[in-house]
């Protein structure tokens, strides 16, 4: 009876391990949530009737108890110490940072070059694991790094975090064994905790950072366990009868060994070019991997020549942190303003006090809408984090509360337009408000009009912002059309202008008279039709008369074309002043070549979805996407069911690794040649 007990309790820990880690970890659940909670209810109550078949490991003790009054105090025997920063973000760092370390080891300089080992810089919560013969007794954060914090409870909710460490077979686990490392979130779990947040009306969460570390900081071990905790190790506090390997680069592989989760991304770097080297290229794949990390940590290898360097106060002379550019700062709001776009559209904009960030100065930030502006929060005087990741328009994340001050009251939109008093309307069930002045709105014609003549659409040269301006408000350009009536002696009154100028334009306009039928498209602006959008559809009809009269079914044929876009060009050709300016213009003698239409998208690679990844030996990523597009494929930055292929190059990160478990076919450049070859042949 006991025995078949036991094997009963046995599998159901086993089964609901694996369970549990393919549908917290791999994200990708193997039995229904129904049969998880059975089995789960299952071993609990065995373990109620059976209490001496209870053990401190079972996936039982990941939930946690009650809510705690507070936080036991942690002493820490080995500190949990902190970094030193190197000031220098260049190459330069790395340099530094070898010379003090050969400089205090006193080597000569002909002595070899020094070896690191090279690991990211986690952007989460330090924590200490406590193992005692195997088991996860204790776990703690580091607090002011004597002492910290016990938070047991929460970290067991940790799915990364074994609850036995591994042990080869026959041999014994440490008597006691301190883990030092990380916990963090992944951007993407970040983003689909919130979205069920939003969708429950509740708060949302900042960052990945505030994320990891508020959670873990909680009385109540119900938040933690809500939340998609991840951990990395990497250092080592406490140790009794074991002996760690005689290299940190080792003693990661042993963590791994022991069943605990070690950051793939890193590498042992000889000398300070190979240090440089390692920061140039996690910069580089930042955005790809899945988590934030602000910068690198260099450590020396040898752990008796750490010895031998030693401690500075709090930080050790043998690691040093080397970061990245801050891609998040805090300012003050001055002001929130609303901006009207080109479909009339009004956008909630925050002015700010410059502040550097992500390497450029910010004094603006979009707010998107004025939901987004309720749901953050942000309100006027509010001190805010910025963040400008890679080029991506500056954001506001959140408010940051400041004690015992007022705030401004919540932020409402203008009843009307601020450009031309027109009133705004939302669309039902919509989050965009719009001016409804339309074609007599300023803001709306000039936004037309700048579109119309960037580089990408007609590329009309030398026709910018401020210049615009003055022809909409002295009423000289009120469509696209009015452009090509412009004369010389008209433009030259214009302030700013002068003769030559103005001739140049009116050189310009004419010379953009004479265009292809995709940037005439996209140039007319109908709203949800972008450059590649416009693209497929003159592929497609080959001539504007038939996209004029194509109806919603036919559109809806076309890969790429959903019904949101359909809806749009129906509603488009449907306005006769659009047709009225489209008339106007062909006047005016704009033109391009027109065919028969349906070549390539309906052949070749029409349909098939490509995700380009890593550096191609012999393409850049811009001619590789052309070749694939101009062969009726598309190109996409994220790997998912609907990819058909990725092409992975040199230095390829996360994606290869999502293609993998997707089961989407990998080529490299060689791959992608012979497939373009084949649909060049039919
Ligand atoms: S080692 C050698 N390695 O940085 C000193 N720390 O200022 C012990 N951190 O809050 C730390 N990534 O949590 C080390 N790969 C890494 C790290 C790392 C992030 C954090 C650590 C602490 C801070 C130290």
């Avoid at 053990?55 to 080995?78: I, M, N």
């Avoid at 040093?320 to 709001?333: F, I």
């Avoid at 497609?540 to 079914?553: I, P, Q, S």
Wanted: glycine share 10%.
């Amino acid at each position: 009876m006991m025995e078949s007990l036991v094997s009963r309790i046995t599998e159901l820990r086993a089964q609901l391990e694996n369970w549990g880690r393919a549908y917290y970890e791999a994200d990708a659940p193997i039995v229904e949530d129904a049969v998880y909670d059975a089995a789960f209810r299952e071993l609990e109550a065995l373990e109620r009737d059976y209490p001496e078949l209870k053990t401190p490991d079972s996936p039982t003790q990941r939930v946690g108890g009650r809510a705690l009054e507070k936080f036991a105090p942690v002493t820490h025997v080995v500190p949990m110490l902190s970094i030193q920063t190197e000031t220098d973000v260049t190459a330069a760092g790395a340099v530094a940072f070898d010379a003090r370390v050969r400089k205090e080891l006193e080597l000569p300089e002909t002595a070899a070059l020094v070896e690191y080992s090279a690991e990211l810089k986690f952007d989460g919560l330090a924590v200490s694991l406590r193992y005692e013969n195997g088991l996860l007794a204790q776990g703690a954060t580091r607090g002011d790094g004597a002492t910290g914090e016990d938070v047991t409870q929460n970290l067991k909710t940790v799915r990364d975090i074994p609850l036995r460490l591994l042990c080869a077979v026959g041999e014994a686990p440490p008597p006691l064994l301190e883990v030092r490392g990380e916990i963090y979130m992944c951007r993407d779990d970040l983003a689909r905790f919130n979205e069920k947040a939003k969708a429950r009306g509740e708060k949302t969460l900042v960052n990945p950072r505030n994320g990891a570390a508020g959670s873990i900081r909680q009385l109540d071990p119900a938040i933690a366990a809500a939340r998609p905790l991840k951990f990395f190790a990497y250092g080592l506090g406490a140790v009794e009868g074991w002996m760690p390997p005689e290299t940190h680069a080792a003693l990661l592989d042993a963590l791994v060994a022991f069943g605990l989760p070690v950051c793939a991304y890193r590498a042992v770097a000889l000398g300070a070019t190979a240090l440089a080297a390692f920061h140039d290229r996690m910069g580089q794949m930042r955005a790809e991997i899945p988590f934030e990390f602000d910068g690198v940590v260099y450590k020396v290898n040898r752990r008796d020549w750490q010895m031998r360097l030693g401690f500075r106060s709090r930080e050790p002379r043998w690691a040093v942190a080397h970061k990245y550019p801050a891609e998040e700062a805090q300012t003050r709001v001055e002001a929130i303003e609303v901006q009207v776009g080109r479909t009339g559209a009004i956008t909630p904009v925050a002015r700010l006090q410059p502040v550097f960030v992500g390497g450029v100065t910010v004094t603006n930030a979009t707010l998107h809408n004025e939901d987004e502006v309720h749901r953050k929060d942000v309100r006027v005087g509010d001190v805010v984090i910025v963040r400008r990741a890679g080029d991506v328009i500056p954001e506001i994340v959140g408010s940051v509360p400041e004690a015992g001050v007022a705030r401004a009251v919540p932020f409402a939109l203008p009843a009307t337009c601020p450009e031309c008093g027109s009133h705004i309307a939302r669309e039902e069930g919509g989050a965009i408000a719009r001016c409804t002045g339309g074609l007599v709105c300023p803001a709306q014609i000039k936004g037309a009009i700048l579109h119309f003549a960037q580089r990408r659409a007609m590329d009309v040269e030398g026709l910018g912002d401020k210049l615009v301006d003055q022809l909409v408000a002295g009423g000289l350009v009120k469509t696209p059309a009015d452009l090509y009536g412009l004369g010389v002696s008209q433009l030259a009154a214009l302030a700013r202008m002068g003769k030559k100028s103005a001739k140049n334009l009116v050189a310009s306009i004419e010379k953009s008279k004479t265009t292809t039928l995709a940037r005439f498209i996209f140039a007319l602006g109908l709203k949800n039709v972008g450059e590649s959008t416009a693209q497929i559809l003159a592929r497609h009809f080959g001539n504007l008369e038939a996209l004029r009269t194509a109806d919603a079914e036919k559109l809806i044929a076309i890969p790429d074309v959903g019904e949101i876009v359909a809806e749009s060009i129906r509603g488009f050709f449907a306005e006769p002043h659009n047709l009225e300016v489209i008339a106007r213009l062909r006047k005016k003698g704009v033109q391009w070549a027109e065919t028969e239409g349906a070549t390539l998208t309906t052949g070749g690679l029409a349909g098939k979805t490509f995700v380009l990844t890593g550096t191609l030996s012999s393409l850049s990523r811009d001619e590789a996407k052309a070749l694939i597009e101009a062969a009726g494929g598309k190109v996409s930055g994220a790997v998912s069911r609907k990819t058909r292929y990725v092409i992975a190059g040199k230095a390829v990160g996360s994606k290869l690794e999502k293609a993998r478990e997707l089961g989407v076919e990998v080529l490299d450049e060689a791959g992608l040649r012979v497939l373009l070859a084949e649909v060049e042949q039919g």
